[in-house]
């Protein structure tokens, strides 16, 4: 396969999970918890996830996603394509106006392709509270629109961040709290708006309306004493 291909999936790839939420809340949840100024020690480290490959840092003020890609191609090959240059012994990629270092061994190319996605960093428009033993990552999209994420840890070496999704059972989550609907656009699928009390929350979260578990699982590869760079 063509390194440009590979490059274009990764783009898909990003652009997938930086996507709109299907499920919006008003306010930080829950609502009557203050948020925490760190993310608490026993959460902290570096995991790894065996299903695609990437690791996952945790320090005390941020969740970062870190994923390699080694990739091998041949100058003919960047040659032939307009999107990709060999500029003073590096690859660059026009899609992503990026350089990336380059090995040469002969006529093969290889360039190590690094992506870094933080995934929550405590800021003014993004804020963690503690609840019922996980985390809850409140991230801002606009004004009175919040996407939250649920941290969970278990036997104290697993790690799980599920995201709030569309529920199959809607008429079960409007009898616990008011759905309200808002039209999707071309760039922008459609979503439900929730502003929950914090009995009501624990009821959707307990009831596993919302939060299922993501599709990754995160093992602990050691305790992270250091703030990430």
């Given at each position: 396969?063509?390194?440009?291909?590979?490059?274009?999936?990764?783009?898909?790839?990003?652009?997938?999970?930086?996507?709109?939420?299907?499920?919006?809340?008003?306010?930080?949840?829950?609502?009557?918890?203050?948020?925490?100024?760190?993310?608490?020690?026993?959460?902290?480290?570096?995991?790894?996830?065996?299903?695609?490959?990437?690791?996952?840092?945790?320090?005390?003020?941020?969740?970062?996603?870190?994923?390699?890609?080694?990739?091998?191609?041949?100058?003919?090959?960047?040659?032939?394509?307009?999107?990709?240059?060999?500029?003073?012994?590096?690859?660059?990629?026009?899609?992503?106006?990026?350089?990336?270092?380059?090995?040469?061994?002969?006529?093969?190319?290889?360039?190590?392709?690094?992506?870094?996605?933080?995934?929550?960093?405590?800021?003014?428009?993004?804020?963690?509270?503690?609840?019922?033993?996980?985390?809850?990552?409140?991230?801002?999209?606009?004004?009175?629109?919040?996407?939250?994420?649920?941290?969970?840890?278990?036997?104290?070496?697993?790690?799980t961040i599920a995201r709030a999704d569309m529920p199959e059972n809607l008429a079960r989550?409007?009898?616990?709290?008011?759905?309200?609907?808002?039209?999707?656009?071309?760039?922008?699928?459609?979503?439900?708006?929730?502003?929950?009390?914090?009995?009501?929350?624990?009821?959707?979260?307990?009831?596993?309306?919302?939060?299922?578990?993501?599709?990754?699982?995160?093992?602990?590869?050691?305790?992270?004493?250091?703030?990430?760079?």
């Amino acid at each position: 396969m063509k390194l440009i291909k590979i490059l274009r999936t990764v783009i898909v790839v990003l652009l997938l999970a930086s996507c709109q939420p299907s499920v919006v809340f008003g306010e930080p949840q829950p609502v009557d918890v203050k948020p925490l100024s760190t993310i608490p020690n026993i959460y902290k480290g570096i995991y790894w996830c065996k299903i695609d490959s990437a690791s996952l840092y945790v320090d005390d003020k941020a969740f970062i996603r870190r994923k390699e890609f080694l990739i091998k191609t041949t100058k003919e090959e960047i040659v032939a394509d307009p999107d990709l240059e060999l500029v003073n012994g590096q690859l660059y990629v026009k899609d992503w106006e990026g350089y990336f270092p380059i090995t040469e061994k002969g006529d093969t190319i290889i360039s190590q392709i690094i992506i870094r996605d933080t995934i929550f960093a405590i800021n003014g428009t993004q804020i963690v509270k503690p609840f019922k033993g996980h985390l809850v990552l409140n991230l801002k999209l606009d004004e009175d629109a919040w996407e939250i994420l649920v941290v969970s840890q278990r036997r104290g070496e697993l790690l799980t961040i599920a995201r709030a999704d569309m529920p199959e059972n809607l008429a079960r989550l409007d009898s616990i709290t008011t759905v309200s609907t808002l039209k999707g656009t071309d760039s922008i699928r459609t979503q439900i708006y929730l502003k929950p009390t914090a009995k009501e929350f624990e009821r959707i979260y307990d009831e596993g309306l919302l939060f299922h578990r993501s599709c990754t699982e995160y093992e602990r590869i050691f305790p992270l004493k250091e703030v990430i760079d």
